[in-house]
């Protein structure tokens, strides 16, 4: 088992040996005592990122989100792999502590900082979330990336079963008669 795999961690999977290499520089040396960063969990699907702060933040409510660092760089170096910055679940439903910018996309071939778009979601005049530094704020998930080759049309070559159908089109009771009895 190596040195960064969690504390009761199952044995590698086959799938251990075809993840991605990723190259992480340390931005924030204060990393290297809050912890790195990892997963949380044996089985967790994203890491944990720390608030690299110098003094606690006020995300106010109705105010613009706050950049945040995360004391880190990445190169993914692989056009097949992104990453997203995500909210931790329990900041974001209990306090309303949200991502500025919905999801984060981090590409391929950014090497700079990661930063992360902070937002208070609450209305105006309701109290601020404090981030204090070190804190686990926000989460990294990598995906893999599909890059389809478009090939452009007249016409679509074959019809679909919803068409042009847009917003809320599938939840409106209306059937296209090819659904099961």
Known sequence: MSDDAPRGAPPASPAADMAPP???????????????????????????????????ALVEAGAPPLLIPAGIALHMADPHLAALVLPRSGRGHREGLLMGNGTGLIDPDYTGPILVSAWNRNPPGSPPIAIAPGERFAQMLFVPVLRPRFSVVEAFSRPSARGAGGFGSTGTGATTGSEPA
């Open 22 to 56: 990723v190259e992480i520089r340390i931005l924030d040396p204060r990393l290297h005592e809050w912890g790195l960063p990892r997963y949380a969990s044996a089985m967790a699907a994203a890491i944990d990122l720390h608030a690299c702060l110098e003094a606690p």
